[in-house]
């Protein structure tokens, strides 16, 4: 009698099962019911949408839109201060920063201690308000499904676990 061939896995390696678990583990979180990977989804979601009208809209980036609404909030504001704010790294919000004041979209002055406070020009503001009912549209869609007083709290929800989870 032949001796019994061994399964090969995609690498042509014998596969040798002892040890493999091929049933779901009792301990696996549920990904429907774990809000974390649920909220990362709709963030990506909603972002992937507002980029893409961003790009029909204008041509324009997310990171241009996060300046320039940055901006127009709080006028005056550094790029380490906006990259704060963002949670971005300084480095990688300096070429988009460095674009738009070339472009003519923002201006930049010098300030006490070295730093380059950023203000919007009347096309820098024509730009954002151009972008901003793009930007409006995930807002549309949340309140769609919620009511002004559900969406007052579930923002308020997230304001306190951001600030719990950025003190973590």
């Known amino acids: 009698m032949a001796a019994e061939r061994p399964r090969l896995t995609a690498l042509k390696q014998p596969l040798d099962l002892d040890g493999v678990i091929t049933d779901p583990l009792p301990s696996a979180i549920a990904p429907d019911e774990f809000t974390p990977r649920l909220l990362a989804l709709l963030s990506n979601a ?8 961003f790009r029909e809209t204008s041509g324009r980036s ?29 480095s990688q919000l300096s070429p988009t920063v460095n674009r738009l004041a ?19 020009t009347t096309e820098g503001a024509r730009v954002h308000d151009e972008l901003a009912p793009v930007a409006q549209r995930g807002q549309d869609l ?27």
């Open 102 to 120: 070339e472009e003519g979209l923002i201006v930049m002055v010098d300030g006490p201690r070295g730093s380059r406070p950023m203000y919007l």
């Open 142 to 168: 949340l309140a769609s499904e919620l009511g002004a007083e559900e969406l007052r709290a579930l923002n308020a929800t997230l304001r306190r676990l951001l600030s719990r989870a950025r003190n973590a």
């Open 62 to 90: 997310t990171n241009d839109w996060r300046i320039l609404a940055a901006i127009a909030i709080t006028p005056g504001q550094s790029a380490s201060e906006i990259a704060d704010a963002l949670t971005i790294n300084k």
């Open 46 to 53: 909603l972002v992937s949408a507002q980029t893409q009208g």
